[in-house]
């Protein structure tokens, strides 16, 4: 772990020295994932290869400020998030498009769902759960806050299997339309997710 902290810091004052390779290998280093997450997000691959060029000028441009003895990563992520911001600032007044990418994020296939349940502690989630009746609030916490599986909740509630899949399907539709009812705060929460969730 040291060697790879010491090569990091190596190529990051290379980098602020000028040199295009040590700007590549850590393009290479870093691009990847960055571009996965990108492309979640802005769900086009155009838009996503623009911003990733446009991060990465941004590291060439404002070498100088980097600081080696931070974070580089965090630093990478937080450039890729501020971009995001602006992105969907321009495109803002486009309520179609803002709804096309809440939906598609909360859509609960099972990357999404567990990203959304990794933040059981985010004020938009709590409020959306508590909107749920009493009993289907306590079917999801305890199958998805909780993790326990149906024939377990089924046992401590007395209700059978298929009621609890009921209750969950249900739950699941309600949380992705509170999210699309409050859109605003929720691509602010779908983009601190995915970007902070993958550091």
């Not at 060439?60 to 974070?71: A, F, G, L, T």
């Amino acid at each position: 772990m040291t060697s790879d902290n010491e090569n990091l810091t190596f190529l990051i004052q290379q980098l602020q020295q000028g040199s295009e390779h040590a700007f590549t290998m850590l393009y290479d280093k870093y691009s990847k994932q960055l571009y996965r997450n990108i492309v979640r997000l802005v769900k086009d691959e155009d838009t996503a290869r623009e911003l990733l060029q446009d991060l990465f000028l941004k590291i060439w441009e404002n070498r100088w400020n980097i600081n080696p003895d931070k974070s580089f990563k965090s630093y990478l992520y937080k450039i890729a998030e501020n971009l995001i911001y602006a992105h969907f600032g321009k495109i803002a007044k486009d309520n179609r498009l803002i709804a096309k990418l809440v939906s598609s994020y909360v859509d609960f296939d099972t990357n999404a769902e567990d990203a959304i349940i990794r933040q059981e502690n985010h004020d938009l989630l709590k409020k959306a759960i508590t909107s749920l009746s009493p009993q289907r609030k306590q079917v999801f916490t305890l199958c998805k806050l909780e993790g326990r599986s149906y024939e377990e909740v089924s046992n401590e509630l007395g209700i059978s299997t298929s009621t609890i899949r009921d209750h969950i399907v249900k739950a699941n539709k309600a949380v992705k339309q509170y999210f699309l009812l409050n859109q605003d705060v929720a691509v602010l929460f779908i983009i601190s997710q995915v970007f902070f969730g993958t550091k």
